[in-house]
């Protein structure tokens, strides 16, 4: 698959296309740099607990557009393999606190190390150029998303 943005000022619609297809060959290549015992959704729980660390099931499951239930089963399946801890919280002694385990910090860095390593082979055979082009293009994309996520998440705060 050959992609190329066909005009110097490409519209948002052709760059969504290309960045879309992008991420697919990404998936494609960090799938085959994988070598998880867990699942999508539970890597999803590894990634959101990294960032989150002593959230409930029920925010957990918020931010993940599922049902405590599902949650809770995807938690007990990562807490069997070793990734996530449980906790007691200590505002209430009813309510759990989800963490990421020290093997399951492990695995992520080891699962980041393997994308990037299949990512590096790929980028070699870019010239420097569009590298640097890429690079710089990533970051922006990057910024834009953290400051959309950031603000969604802020006003799903306000309305809830």
């Known amino acids: 698959m050959r992609v190329t943005i066909s ?4 519209e948002p619609q052709e760059v969504a296309r290309v960045t879309s297809e992008a991420a697919e060959l990404l998936e494609v290549l960090w799938g ?3 070598t998880a015992p867990v699942s999508a959704s539970q ?14 099931l029920r925010t957990l ?4 557009g599922s049902t405590p239930p599902s949650t809770s089963r995807l938690c007990d399946r990562l807490q069997a393999v070793g990734f996530v801890e ?7 002694r009813r309510e759990l606190e989800l963490y ?13 190390v393997r ?5 590096q082979s790929v980028l070699e055979q870019m010239p420097a150029a569009q590298r640097s082009a890429l690079l710089r293009g990533l970051e922006a994309f990057c910024a834009a998303a953290a400051a959309q996520i950031h603000d969604d998440g802020e006003s799903a705060a306000v309305t809830a």
Request: hydrophobic share 40%.
């Open 61 to 64: 499951a918020d931010a993940l």
């Open 32 to 34: 085959r740099a994988s």
């Open 115 to 119: 994308r990037e390593s299949a990512l």
């Open 86 to 92: 449980r906790r007691a919280a200590t505002a209430s």
């Open 100 to 112: 990421l385990s020290r093997r399951g910090r492990a695995f992520l860095t080891g699962l980041r």
């Open 43 to 56: 890597l999803r729980v590894l990634f959101i607990l990294e960032h989150n660390e002593g959230i409930n």
């Open 7 to 10: 005009h110097p000022r490409p």
